[in-house]
C-alpha cells in the first residue's frame, strides 16, 4: 500500500504557472506508475495524466498536452505536476494517484491509490 500527499495548489491568474507535489510512501513506492486526476465542481473525476515507474514514459489527456508536465523523483519519493499556461477551465482538485507495478501508466483505470487532494483556481 502506498500514502500519497498532495501540496501546492493555491489561486493562479489566468496564464500563470503552478507546481503541484505529491510525496509519496510506502516500501514498494518506486516500483508504482504514478497519476493525477483532477475533479471540477459538479463534473467527473478527470485523468490528467500519469508517468511510468521510471519516469521514462508518460501520458496526458489532450486537454493539457504541452501545458502540463508529469516527473518523479525516486530518490525523493516524489512525483510532481508542473502546470504553465493555465486556465479557467483547469480550476479542481487535483489529486495524486498510485497504479502498482505492472500496471498501464496511460490507463485511469490502473489506479487504485489516492492522496486527499489539492485545490487549484485559475482566475480570470
Known amino acids: 500500500q502506498v500514502q500519497l500527499v498532495e501540496s501546492g495548489g493555491g489561486l493562479v491568474q489566468a496564464g500563470g504557472s503552478l507546481r503541484l507535489s505529491c510525496a509519496a510512501s510506502?516500501?514498494?513506492?518506486?516500483?508504482?506508475?504514478m497519476g493525477w486526476f483532477r475533479q471540477a465542481p459538479g463534473k467527473e473525476r478527470e485523468f490528467v495524466g500519469g508517468i511510468s515507474w521510471s519516469g521514462d514514459y508518460t501520458y496526458y489527456t489532450d486537454s493539457v498536452k504541452g501545458r502540463f508536465t508529469i516527473s518523479r523523483d525516486n530518490a525523493k519519493n516524489m512525483v510532481y505536476l508542473q502546470m504553465n499556461s493555465l486556465k479557467p477551465e483547469d480550476t479542481a482538485v487535483y489529486y495524486c494517484?498510485?497504479?502498482?507495478?505492472?500496471?498501464?501508466?496511460?490507463?485511469?483505470?490502473?489506479?487504485?491509490?489516492w492522496g486527499q487532494g489539492t485545490q487549484v483556481t485559475v482566475s480570470t
Open positions: 510506502g516500501r514498494t513506492w518506486g516500483s508504482y506508475s
Open positions: 494517484a498510485a497504479a502498482p507495478f505492472g500496471s498501464s501508466w496511460s490507463s485511469p483505470s490502473s489506479f487504485n491509490s
